[in-house]
Nanobody, 122 residues
Framework: QVQLVESGGGLVQPGGSLRLSCAAS????????MGWYRQAPGKERELVAT???????NYADPVKGRLTISRDNAKNTVYLQMNSLKPEDTAVYYC????????????????WGRGTQVTVSS
């Protein structure tokens, strides 16, 4: 009843840019925080950036100054603008949202998208 769908991934050269989008849809009362995580082959999933409903942001050290998270509350959509990309940014990027669904118990739930591949290579 609630889905998160990522888009915008692809292949880019080092120093290039990509813009990821993630839209939450379905039976949703409200969306609290949203965020991006990534996982490279053979590594654990790690936090990239988060943004609160009020616009407060938090970034992992490796992406500070290069990646920017933003959101459109009216569209329940979160974005990740990725600039000055490096090969070490190569990973599957997953969208996350902490939200209250309009079904069942009205408790805060965590939802994940299926991921979108970002490859940085020359």
């Amino acid at each position: 009843q609630v889905q998160l769908v990522e888009s915008g991934g692809g292949l880019v050269q080092p120093g290039g840019s990509l813009r990821l989008s993630c839209a939450a849809s379905g039976s949703i009362l409200r969306v609290n925080s949203m965020g991006w995580y990534r996982q490279a082959p053979g590594k654990e999933r790690e936090l990239v950036a988060t943004i609160s409903s009020g616009g407060s942001t938090n970034y992992a050290d490796p992406v500070k100054g290069r990646l920017t998270i933003s959101r459109d509350n009216a569209k329940n959509t979160v974005y990740l603008q990725m600039n000055s990309l490096k090969p070490e940014d190569t990973a599957v990027y997953y969208c996350n949202a902490d939200l209250v669904p309009s079904f069942g118990r009205w408790n805060l739930q965590s939802y994940w998208g299926r991921g979108t591949q970002v490859t940085v290579s020359s």
